[in-house]
């Protein structure tokens, strides 16, 4: 008996400067939703099992990458800029686009082929 077997193509996609350094990506976008969410770089930090350094750095390097400012103090805690926010939702925009015409491509080209 033959199963039919079914792939599915999968990506991961990221920003980097010309140096080839890491602007933005899943990574960031989950760190900017956990302090977005708690209101809380050490929050965060605790959430996603990162050091408050590490976590701080990142944040740090992606904002002078972009020449924009990601998380501001709020009182005791932390909040997302406006251009964060808009990054996260352009983000997340730029990544369905990209599945759905990965999927497309896939679909078209190999999956015929190796789909059995």
Same mark, same amino acid.
């Given at each position: 008996? !033959? !199963?039919?077997?079914? =792939?599915?193509?999968?990506?991961?996609? @990221?920003?980097?400067?010309?140096?080839?350094?890491? !602007? =933005? +990506?899943? %990574?960031? /976008?989950?760190?900017? &939703?956990? !302090? &977005?969410? #708690?209101?809380? #770089?050490? %929050?965060?930090?605790?959430?996603?099992?990162?050091? /408050?350094?590490?976590? @701080? %750095?990142?944040?740090?390097?992606?904002?002078?990458?972009? +020449?924009?400012?990601?998380?501001? $103090? *709020? +009182?005791?805690?932390?909040? #997302?800029?406006?251009?964060?926010?808009?990054?996260?939702? *352009? =983000?997340?925009?730029?990544? +369905? $686009?990209?599945?759905?015409?990965?999927?497309?491509?896939?679909?078209?080209?190999?999956?015929?082929?190796?789909?059995?």
């Amino acid at each position: 008996m !033959v !199963v039919k077997k079914h =792939f599915v193509i999968r990506s991961k996609i @990221w920003i980097e400067d010309d140096h080839g350094n890491v !602007v =933005f +990506g899943d %990574g960031r /976008y989950r760190i900017l &939703d956990a !302090v &977005d969410r #708690l209101s809380s #770089l050490q %929050g965060a930090a605790l959430e996603l099992k990162m050091s /408050y350094r590490a976590l @701080w %750095g990142r944040v740090k390097a992606s904002e002078e990458r972009l +020449g924009q400012t990601l998380v501001e $103090r *709020q +009182g005791r805690g932390s909040r #997302l800029t406006p251009f964060a926010r808009k990054l996260m939702i *352009q =983000f997340r925009e730029l990544q +369905g $686009r990209i599945h759905h015409e990965s999927d497309a491509v896939y679909s078209s080209l190999i999956s015929n082929y190796i789909d059995q």
